[in-house]
């Protein structure tokens, strides 16, 4: 794996990451720089499965209302280090609220740091917060309970090992595609130690080195339940979007939401 993505990384790809919020051009295809075809098709895994367009209406449009659209226009949110779009905000917000995770593990930081830990205090949850981040903002540091701040390749499976199904990882492989040594790690020793039920959200997919990782991974994961996968659902024709809020800003995600079995 680690080979792999150095080749990648030395064809001249940009990993920079792509901000989300930024406006839309509407010359722009808001989906993955590398397109879709090449980025999504993943032999043997539908994803655009039915699950999707259950948990758009069910979860999604279930809580994106008031408290969410709070949440969003929070100067927190806006002024976070890293830009996150409103569609994959509402993802986040509506899996914690929905199903109250008792521990997340976000291995990165941005905007949806702050989502999580305000949909935490919303619904009083006694959750476990953790970050793992090696260059934590002093901003940051009142959102979580536990920082891990050694190295992702220092970080042994065993932290995976004792989460239980029903908690959440959520990857922001934008960070990481700079690092292969740490994406390696990722899909080869952390993943793996986790138990099935566990939700694993993959977000800032939009360069090539963060999906390559990615659909290497995803055959190991044949009964996995994909939940939510933002640029399949936005080319698609479901009309799971239209259940959301016309406020909602809807034109762009790079996220992808399993539930793992």
């Known amino acids: 794996m680690i080979r792999f993505l150095k080749s990648l990384l030395s064809k001249g790809d940009d990993p920079r990451e792509q901000p989300a919020n930024a406006p839309a051009n509407p010359n722009t295809p808001q989906l993955p720089e590398c397109g879709?075809?090449?980025?999504?098709a993943v032999d043997g895994i539908d994803l655009t499965a039915p699950s999707q367009d259950r948990f758009a209406k069910d979860v999604l449009a279930k809580?994106?209302?008031?408290?969410?659209?709070?949440?969003?226009?929070n100067p927190r949110f806006a002024a976070a280090p890293r830009n996150f779009s409103q569609l994959d905000a509402a993802?986040?917000?509506?899996?914690?609220?929905?199903?109250?995770?008792?521990?997340?593990?976000?291995?990165?930081?941005?905007?949806?740091?702050?989502?999580?830990?305000?949909?935490?205090?919303?619904?009083?949850?006694?959750a476990e917060f953790?970050?793992?981040?090696?260059?934590?903002?002093?901003?940051?540091?009142?959102?979580?309970?536990?920082?891990?701040?050694?190295?992702?390749?220092?970080?042994?499976?065993?932290?995976?090992?004792?989460?239980?199904?029903g908690e959440m990882v959520i990857a922001h492989l934008d960070q990481l595609s700079t690092r292969p040594p740490h994406l390696a790690h990722l899909f080869n020793d952390l993943l793996?130690?986790?138990?099935?039920?566990?939700?694993?959200a993959f977000a800032g997919m939009g360069n090539k080195v963060a999906n390559a990782a990615?659909?290497?991974?995803?055959?190991?994961?044949?009964?996995?339940?994909?939940?939510?996968?933002?640029?399949?659902l936005l080319a698609g024709e479901s009309?799971?979007?239209?259940?959301?809020?016309d406020w909602l800003d809807k034109s762009d995600s790079t996220m992808l939401l399993l539930k793992l079995a």
């Open 130 to 165: 953790i970050i793992v981040e090696e260059e934590l903002t002093p901003d940051f540091v009142d959102l979580y309970d536990a920082h891990l701040d050694d190295p992702l390749t220092d970080v042994p499976p065993s932290d995976f090992e004792i989460m239980i199904a």
């Open 214 to 232: 990615v659909r290497d991974w995803l055959p190991t994961q044949p009964k996995s339940e994909i939940l939510f996968c933002g640029p399949m």
């Open 36 to 40: 879709l075809d090449e980025v999504w």
């Open 239 to 245: 009309d799971a979007l239209g259940k959301l809020p």
């Open 192 to 200: 793996p130690a986790l138990v099935p039920g566990i939700y694993v």
């Open 63 to 73: 809580h994106a209302g008031d408290q969410l659209k709070t949440a969003l226009l």
């Open 91 to 126: 993802v986040l917000h509506g899996l914690v609220t929905e199903h109250e995770p008792s521990r997340i593990m976000e291995i990165g930081s941005g905007a949806s740091s702050f989502l999580i830990r305000n949909a935490i205090k919303l619904k009083n949850l006694p």
